[in-house]
């Protein structure tokens, strides 16, 4: 069946710092690509998408870009703040209507 | 507009108890989810709504968890007999068709503690 992967957290950084947060997948077909970020004591709320191969998906700072050839929808930013310190999942969606999410990778941003 | 509501907030109840948890849903999505988030862990899939109907209910961890959806809109639910592993944040999800590409809109969630 379809899997994401991403990498195990905490991810601790200084803020300014550059991210990278690696997520790979196995699906068949085609599937559309998601980063969700969960805030403290909050649900999940969309951050960025991609919906077909060399697509990028990009919101406040953060990009992904879709890579069929490395099956991978790695999350980046320049410059992370204290304020995006959360719980980060990446998750496919292909031809079934249940996406498929990863663990979660959280994210710690020090002053 | 109103996202994805749910209720209630926080749930504490006994062992052996029934609990209800409801969702309230972006109003015209078809398509409805529940999950649930252990402590550290991922979402677990449980069931999935489209319109009235569960096409799948097969993350369903055992025959004391059951869901209804009324009117295409909200959902319940239902832990009968509740037991201290299905202390979790319960997550409700919604989108427009269910298709690969919708976005899930997600409710703040239901803590269930059980004692």
């Known amino acids: 069946g379809d899997s994401v992967t991403q990498m195990e957290g905490p991810v601790t950084l200084s803020e300014e710092a550059f991210l990278t947060i690696n997520c790979t997948y196995t699906?068949?077909?085609?599937?559309?690509l998601f980063w969700y970020v969960q805030y403290p004591g909050e649900g999940l709320q969309l951050l960025l998408k991609a919906t077909k191969a060399d697509d990028k998906g990009s919101n406040k700072g953060f990009e992904a870009t879709y890579r069929k050839e490395t099956t991978s929808f790695h999350l980046e930013k320049g410059s992370v703040q204290v304020s995006d310190s959360a719980v980060y999942f990446c998750?496919?969606?292909?031809?079934?209507?249940?996406?498929?999410f990863g663990r979660g990778t959280s994210l710690i941003v020090h002053p | 507009g109103a996202g994805v509501s749910q209720s209630p907030s926080n749930k504490v109840t006994e062992k052996g108890k029934d609990v209800e948890l409801r969702c309230d849903p972006i109003s015209g999505h078809t398509a409805l989810y529940w999950y649930r988030q252990s402590l550290g862990q991922g979402l677990e899939f449980l069931i999935y709504?489209?319109?009235?109907?569960?096409?799948?209910k097969s993350g369903l961890p055992s025959d004391r968890f059951s869901a209804e959806r009324t009117g295409g809109s909200v959902s319940t639910l239902t832990i009968q007999r509740t037991q201290q592993e299905d202390s979790a944040v319960y997550l409700c999800?919604?989108?427009?068709?269910?298709?690969?590409?919708?976005?899930?809109?997600f409710g703040p969630g239901t803590r269930l503690t059980v004692l």
């Open positions: 999800a919604s989108s427009p068709t269910g298709t690969g590409t919708d976005t899930q809109y």
């Open positions: 998750a496919s969606s292909g031809g079934s209507y249940i996406p498929t």
């Open positions: 699906a068949t077909g085609y599937p559309s």
């Open positions: 709504f489209q319109g009235n109907s569960a096409p799948d």
